[in-house]
């Protein structure tokens, strides 16, 4: 059994899968045991269940010391993991292998924890069996040998078949998993893997699998491609009006476009960033406004490195139209807008009517009359900060202090956002409140 510089099947095409699997359990039970094996497992394996005796993982048990993510920081997780967007085409991807309802899909992130999985119940029912469910840790060191936890230790696409596993209790199960890498950086995301009952084993199922991580990391790169035009395209005018050195970058500090200032891929923005005046290590003391879905870096000559008077910033909040509420950002270099959803409109609302800030229990209370639906909020929250990351901070969310706020509403707030179920919208209308500024 030797190792492969591809993805390497579990199973060579035509071998006899219940043969195989006595051959594992006889291997299995030699190394556990310290006798005389009757083969060498294949390289990836070997290296696992070594590194996991090393360890002193318990192949009866695994780490049962793994405490299962809750459900506020698993959608934490989901929307932190960087995989969030390309979830419907790794589903689609693979749809093939589940749909005959023996197998089970499953994401997880750079740590192996379980965010997403989709399959048949019944075959969802055998994985709750082993804990193999959202928010559980399936890393290496926690659950032993798995397609998941052993892709991301060895950085590439495995199979994993009947007694390869380390934990035995997973003995009669197969899974394919491979690596999903952020295209910008190399880094490792995490990964998606294919289990199922043993008998489903089949070698072309790591190829596919592999293929559609593959995919998934070009569909992330043409995602990134596109926001960077997109924001290149909002700043291109302001930089062309300045004439002075200037960047605009994305929330995560890759450069869409640059003015008099040495081209570069990203820049490390400091953390807690809003606008104001901050140092960075590359560019010295820079001055930062916010743009949809990133900022406008300005290098100033002082070396103050206080909070700048940069000029005044104004968000005005158009809710006049039900159909099409519209945000407007200006300063002195400039303006640019975006149309939220209504029910992000109704967030910007209460924002605006809230300077102080919202956690997001009160947001919950606010929107749905619930403040344990705060899980809801995180995710709202989420998807508006892609295009508002320099106008709302968090802990709690509110508008950026430093900014003069405008909220244009129709005097007949029956008008505003007419289908709105937010309990603090529906108060509102019943006060009769107009227009704020």
Not at 45 to 61: A, F, K, N, V
Not at 279 to 305: I, N
């Amino acid at each position: 059994m030797t190792q492969s510089t591809g993805p390497e099947p579990a199973l060579a095409a035509g071998e006899d899968p219940r043969r195989y699997a006595q051959i594992l359990t006889a291997v299995y039970d030699a190394t556990m045991t310290g006798g005389k094996s009757p083969a060498r497992p294949r390289d990836v394996i070997g290296d696992s269940w070594r590194r996991l005796q090393t360890l002193g993982i318990d192949p009866e048990l695994g780490n049962p010391a793994e405490r299962q993510m809750d459900a506020s920081d698993l959608e934490l997780s989901r929307r932190e993991s960087g995989l969030f967007d390309i979830l419907d085409d790794l589903a689609r991807g693979l749809e093939s292998v589940v749909q005959d309802g023996d197998n089970i899909l499953v994401v997880a992130d750079r740590n192996g924890r379980v965010l997403w999985r989709s399959g048949s119940a019944s075959v969802l029912d055998r994985a709750d069996g082993l804990g193999f469910v959202e928010g559980a840790n399936w890393a290496e060191d926690s659950v032993g040998t798995n397609a998941i936890g052993t892709a991301l230790v060895s950085r590439r696409a495995v199979q994993i078949f009947s007694a390869e596993h380390y934990v035995r209790s997973h003995h009669s199960w197969t899974c394919a998993g491979a690596p999903i890498r952020d295209p910008r950086t190399g880094q490792v995301l995490g990964a998606i893997d294919v289990s199922g009952p043993a008998k489903t084993v089949h070698p072309t199922t790591i190829a596919l699998v592999d293929a559609v991580a593959r995919l998934a990391e070009s569909q992330l790169r043409e995602l990134h491609r596109s926001t960077l035009d997109r924001l290149r395209s909002v700043a291109a005018p302001m930089l062309a009006r300045l004439r002075a050195p200037a960047l605009a970058v994305d929330a995560n500090g890759w450069v869409a476009a640059v003015e008099s200032v040495a081209l570069r891929n990203r820049i490390l923005l400091p953390e807690d960033l809003a606008t104001g005046r901050f140092w960075l290590p590359t560019l010295g003391v820079c001055d930062f406004e916010p743009l949809p879905g990133g900022w406008l870096v300005r290098p100033t000559s002082t070396m103050d490195s206080g909070v700048a008077d940069i000029g005044s910033t104004t968000i005005c909040i158009d809710l006049r139209s039900s159909q099409k509420p519209r945000i407007e950002v200006r300063s002195e270099v400039g303006e640019w807008t975006h149309e939220p959803t209504p029910r992000h409109a109704e967030i910007l609302y209460l924002l605006a009517t809230h300077r102080q800030g919202r956690t997001a229990s009160q947001m919950a209370a606010d929107l749905f009359g619930d403040d344990g639906r705060s899980i809801t909020v995180r995710a709202e929250m989420s998807r508006l900060r892609k295009h508002l990351a320099g106008i709302i901070s968090t802990q709690p969310y509110r508008l950026d202090e430093s900014a003069t706020v405008e909220v244009l509403m129709p005097s007949d707030m029956a008008r505003f956002l007419p289908h709105s179920s937010a309990p603090a919208i529906r108060a509102a209308r019943g006060a009769g409140a107009g227009p704020l500024a």
